[in-house]
């Protein structure tokens, strides 16, 4: 679009100020009126401008209300330099380039158009439509149309320092306590972790920290200095040190596989060591990173890709760092910094209720308590075995938040939560008409089950770890619950639906990435963001590239770990298994990826991974894990990764500096998860088993072992024969998906923020512990905070909804962490009905089912007709 790729002179983006002191201090010239002149329309450029009336304008305009401060001052400066032909250039090409954006705002969309239109149609005083004209236009070329970005970020760049040696320390050492404690959480159930908002909290005292305790001494190697303590600590620094430990923080996304080939609870794999571990961790963490860095044009520069995920961040970033104006908006006037302190206290305080106190409160199941031991209310109202119809579902904030309510924008939270209800009502539906026989197995549970309706044991038809067909028709072909079967039935629609449905409708944003990256690789000295004319990209050509080669060399580098992995340790997948794996992977997640910064909705191929495995690997169990891990980890890790270089974008971070920062600190994190995994199998002989006092059950192990033992030991071909929905769900996806793209496209007036690939994911929410419950309370949160308050009170929305989500999250991983710490590493057990209730009755036991079978008897295909 052209108003993104034109840089009009005298834009000034940059300030050597600090962000505290804001843009005051670069346009402190001419606070009265302003004259220009333009051939197209000499009358109306002569118009005068008082800036006080700018100002009033913004205060009453119900899309730009919420710029406050030195933003506000900045936009008026730019209003005032803005002629009028090119106001309306600029207002023409945003409505078609946001016209399909579900992110832009309506009311900001139509009135765009009634100004393009004219002064009669947008019937306001020809004074009045010229400045709100000029307004409109001066935000989108030096702003950003999203209040959600406005809310975060500054219109200026500030030249201050970044990478520096305390930073590097600060992230390093959260990133190995990060790293430590989220591995260890990934195994247990419930589980919590040091989420970025939590880390960015103990980041900034240990950055202030050192502001004070360092010498203010520059240290000498050769011709390279490093100042140990070059001023104060500044939200630059922050952020830095905040995306080198977001970059190893997290658990390695391998070792969430090891449990499931290593333990003899389910594989007994048991050749694995520290050592392949750790070069798996490569392999995934550096494939995900260099695939990260390849997407940028498509999911980094673009100005739809808002990454609603990461704004909290941002917006924390502000909070510690920034200078605020004291202020009153809506009878508040509370600091963000100060509400954030007293809602993390609260809320950390609070947690202690649900979490150990009064357990009930977590899983509030209260209609089940009415009659414990009526299967039908379980089945409809129950938090553990059913479908969660219940309209007060929990008192927790860790389940409230686990859709992310106050993040994500409104329309994705509510088209999520109608799939789900509509996956709650076919899962019951399912269920009570005994398809496929689901009514002998218990609702909405991943234990994959054999025709007595026992848990399906894969030693019975294993010979030396391979399938052997004569005992499996002894034996029993693998039954799925309701649950499962809808879940597994949506995962493989999905795919070919989403895919063909976003290629479609973000088929020009793609097109121009395409051509950027095929361009850049022509013309190394080609700028990334010479095709991208937006306020951010512009302020980020000062800063040295990263080329995208440099990204293309480390994915080289660990699909070399990759084939080591697989092919040097009898990890039964062949090397040329894992290459299509991998194939795939980087076919699949271009879309996906553009889904995901634009709507916070995440996807990925772990499902498709694995029917991959099971054809090209007939009777191996591992070939699809590993196949697995190629699609689910690689994805998920792109993504992660991405969301930090767009934090990176709108923080105004050297992209040398994040490469650096990131490389660095998944390195570390490689070893020190490798290191905790092993700690953990070696400290208790029960691990991953449901009955670990310490609650390491390892709720994905288990979900993983299903899949495989229906995609690898079965496999694909006999598992369709026994659910044929499964193959024809990839036709009807690739089938409906390009109709549901033109449906919207032709009927858009009426379904502008209806999204069919949200909606569908939705129904995916079942087919494990997960249902309703984690749900609903969400969306009357969502409701309220992203749609009500917004809506009508957007000032107090930008200046607070962040913070209050980051501030109950925070407090919730800190109580979490006390808890275990104190309470439930070495368990403290608090018994009497509050922490009983909620699993006493037909919910709590979790195998109730509609049908019984008599001694002897069998449900599902007779006898010899399975093969």
């Known amino acids: 679009m052209k108003y993104q790729e034109e840089q009009q002179h005298g834009v000034h983006v940059t300030t050597s100020n600090s962000d505290s002191q804001g843009y005051s201090d670069m346009n402190d010239e001419k606070k009265g009126v302003f004259v220009t002149t333009d051939e197209a329309d000499e009358t109306s450029d002569e118009m005068f401008h008082d800036r006080d009336a700018i100002m009033e304008r913004i205060a009453i305009s119900s899309d730009l209300d919420d710029l406050q401060g030195d933003d506000a001052d900045f936009v008026v400066d730019k209003t005032m330099i803005v002629k009028r032909q090119e106001a309306l250039t600029v207002l023409s090409e945003a409505i078609d380039y946001h016209t399909n954006d579900v992110n832009f705002p309506k009311d900001t969309l139509n009135k765009m158009r009634l100004l393009v239109q004219g002064e009669e149609a947008y019937g306001e005083s020809p004074a009045t439509y010229d400045l709100d004209l000029r307004l409109e236009a001066a935000m989108i070329k030096y702003f950003s149309p999203y209040p959600e970005i406005r809310s975060v970020c500054r219109p200026t760049d500030s030249d201050v320092v970044v990478e520096t040696f305390r930073a590097y320390a600060v992230g390093l050492v959260w990133l190995v306590i990060g790293a430590f404690v989220n591995q260890i959480m990934a195994f247990r159930q419930p589980s919590f972790t040091l989420s970025s908002q939590v880390l960015q909290i103990l980041i900034y005292p240990s950055g202030k920290l050192l502001q004070y305790i360092l010498p203010k001494y520059k240290v000498g190697f050769g011709r390279f200095k490093i100042d140990l303590n070059p001023g104060p600590w500044n939200f630059k620094e922050q952020m830095f040190a905040t995306i080198v430990t977001n970059a190893g923080a997290q658990a390695a996304n391998f070792s969430y596989y090891g449990p499931t080939m290593r333990l003899s609870i389910f594989y007994g794999q048991t050749w694995q060591t520290f050592g392949f571990t750790v070069i798996m961790n490569f392999a995934s963490q550096f494939f995900g990173y260099g695939l990260a860095g390849s997407l940028r044009r498509w999911a980094v520069y673009p100005v739809k890709a808002v990454w609603p995920t990461i704004l909290p961040t941002m917006q924390l970033n502000r909070t510690l760092l920034t200078l605020e104006k004291k202020q009153t908006i809506n009878g508040w006037s509370i600091s963000k910094y100060k509400l954030f302190f007293i809602l993390l206290w ?66 994705v939270t509510a088209n999520r939560y109608a799939g789900t209800v509509l996956g709650a009502i076919i899962l019951l539906i399912i269920f009570y008409t005994n398809f496929h026989s689901t009514a002998y197995m218990p609702p909405n549970r991943s234990t994959v089950y054999d025709r007595y309706g026992a848990t399906y044991n894969t030693s019975a038809v294993l010979t030396n770890s391979k399938f052997n067909l004569e005992k499996y028709l002894e034996y029993s072909p693998p039954y799925v619950s309701a649950g499962q079967y809808m879940y597994q039935s949506t995962a493989y629609f999905i795919y070919t639906f989403a895919f063909a449905y976003v290629f479609i409708n973000e088929w020009s944003t793609m097109k121009e990435a395409f051509v950027g990256f095929y361009q850049a690789l022509r013309n190394r000295n080609q700028s990334a963001y010479a095709r991208y004319g937006d306020p951010m990209s512009i302020m980020m050509r000062k800063y040295k590239e990263v080329p995208d080669w440099w990204y293309l060399l480390i994915l080289g580098g660990s699909i070399a770990f990759s084939l080591v992995g697989v092919g040097a340790f009898p990890s039964d997948t062949p090397v040329w298994v894992a290459i299509v794996a991998i194939l795939v992977s980087c076919a699949l997640i271009i879309p996906f990826i553009v889904l995901y910064s634009t709507t916070g909705y995440f996807m990925s191929m772990n499902n498709l991974a694995t029917i991959l495995g099971g054809f090209m690997s007939p009777g191996s169990p591992l070939a699809c894990i590993f196949c697995r891990i190629y699609g689910y980890s690689i994805d998920e890790q792109s993504e ?55 609650k390491f059950t390892c709720t994905f192990a288990h979900t993983l072992y299903a899949d495989s033992l229906l995609m690898g030991i079965v496999g694909p071909e006999r598992t369709f024969r026994l659910y044929p929905m499964f193959k024809w769900a990839f036709l009807i996806g690739a089938v409906l998906g390009p109709l549901a793209a033109y449906g919207r496209k032709r009927f858009l007036k009426y379904l502008q923020y209806f999204h069919p690939v949200l909606f569908v994911g939705g129904i995916i929410r079942f087919g494990s512990t997960y249902n309703l419950t984690y749900y609903t309370s969400g969306f009357y949160v969502a409701y309220f905070f992203m749609y009500y308050i917004r809506r009508r009170y957007l000032t107090w929305w930008s200046k607070y909804n962040y913070i209050i989500s980051s501030g109950l999250t925070a407090g919730v991983a800190f109580g979490g962490i006390l808890i275990f710490l104190a309470l439930q590493y070495h368990p403290v057990e608090l018994t009497w009905w509050g922490n009983s209730v909620y699993d006493a009755g037909v919910d709590g036991a979790e195998t109730a089912t509609l049908k019984s079978l008599a001694d002897g008897e069998y449900f599902g295909l007779r006898e010899g007709t399975w093969d």
């Open 346 to 411: 609260a809320s950390l305080i609070y947690f202690f209720l649900p979490d150990f106190l009064f357990e009930s409160l977590s899983t509030f199941n209260w209609m089940t308590w009415i009659a414990p031991q009526n299967k039908h209310l379980a089945y409809a109202t129950g938090s553990l075995i059913g479908v969660g119809f219940n309209p007060i579902a929990t008192w927790d904030w860790s389940v409230i938040n686990y859709a992310t309510p106050m993040v994500l924008p409104f329309f």
């Open 640 to 694: 992660t990764i991405i969301g930090d270089l767009k934090l990176g974008h709108y923080s105004r971070i050297p992209p040398r500096s994040v490469f650096r920062g990131q490389v660095i600190g998944i390195v570390i994190q490689c070893f020190v998860t490798a290191g905790v995994y092993e700690m953990l199998v070696a400290s208790f002989d029960d691990f991953c088993s449901t009955t670990n006092k310490a």
